[in-house]
């Protein structure tokens, strides 16, 4: 069958009131046919009297858990080079002073911060 | 094919069979429909390794939902909603998933596309046809597939997809127009 006619048929399934009933069957005669792997039903009838349900969704999300771990870390990991870049910058060192704010300011003036005289 | 001794069987007896613990008449039902839940299945989400998940997710769910089935509706429909509604959580949660760990967006699972076409013809056909329906909106890919794979009327489309006939008609509508720039583009 020509595209053409596939495409009339794709376009007439939309038409509220065209009966699809034989366009479906014309579709399955030029292949375009759907079914599992061989495999399926015994696949299936395992998991439903051996197994249980299936676990294929578990190995998924603990895949997607650990995309998730790394996003988390590769973000935390630039936050802290942002967070020492930026430390750098406002206090001109990386001392333990400039972590706590302290690097600019002298120890009377913290003395008469704390005690107030 | 299905199984020898079931094959004259109609449904609500391998029901019946199969809540009496009769294994082969389970795996009736699992012959007799599913082509019918792979339609569904695999023209919405293509053919992909996920789609073989819901599939079989969708005959687990029957398995186990199979005492709450009264024989109101037809079984082929009760089946055909659980496969409707998996296939759509399923769409949801990939569109989810791909937003929170991948930069690529919901294509994401084409990438395990698995082609199966036997012809050159029958490939072009399958190739249009899945092309058109991953191109749509899910809300107006599950009416075509609906419609066009599986034969339904829009009444019938309406009352498996829970939706109010108005609905199913508008959809209908919009996803012409949709479809029609989609296959202008093929």
């Known amino acids: 069958m020509k595209s053409s006619g596939i495409k009339k048929i794709i376009i007439n399934s939309t038409d509220a009131d065209y009966d699809t009933g034989e366009d479906s069957n014309i579709l399955e005669t030029n292949g375009v046919t759907y079914d599992f792997s061989e495999t399926f039903e015994a696949e299936l009838l395992e998991a439903i009297y051996l197994k249980g349900k299936t676990s294929s969704r578990e190995s998924e999300f603990s895949i997607s858990m650990n995309r998730l771990f790394y996003k988390i870390m590769l973000t935390g990991a630039a936050a802290i080079v942002i967070l020492l870049i930026s430390i750098f910058l406002m206090e001109g060192s990386l001392s333990f002073n400039s972590f706590l704010g302290l690097g600019n300011s002298y120890d009377e003036s913290t003395i008469c911060l704390l005690t107030g005289n | ?186």
């Open chain 2, 1 to 186: 094919m299905i199984k020898g001794s079931y094959s004259e069987t109609d449904d609500l007896e391998l029901v019946r069979a199969v809540l009496g613990g009769d294994r082969s008449a389970f795996s009736a039902i699992v012959s007799r429909y599913r082509k019918m839940v792979a339609r569904t299945v695999k023209g919405m989400l293509n053919d992909t390794v996920y789609a073989e998940d819901v599939g079989q997710e969708v005959f687990i769910k029957l398995y186990y939902s199979l005492s709450e089935f009264r024989g109101e509706s037809k079984l082929s429909t009760y089946i055909q909603r659980i496969a409707v509604n998996l296939t759509l959580n399923e769409i949801k949660r990939r569109k989810r998933f791909s937003s929170m760990f991948s930069q690529k967006g919901n294509d994401e699972m084409h990438e395990l596309e698995v082609p199966d076409y036997d012809t050159e013809s029958s490939k072009e056909a399958k190739e249009i046809v899945q092309k058109a329906l991953q191109a749509m909106d899910p809300k107006f890919r599950i009416i075509v597939v609906m419609r066009m794979l599986q034969g339904y009327s829009t009444k019938e489309t309406a009352e498996i997809l829970e939706l109010p006939l108005g609905t199913v008609l508008s959809r209908l509508s919009r996803g012409q127009e949709q479809l029609k720039d989609i296959l202008e583009k093929l």
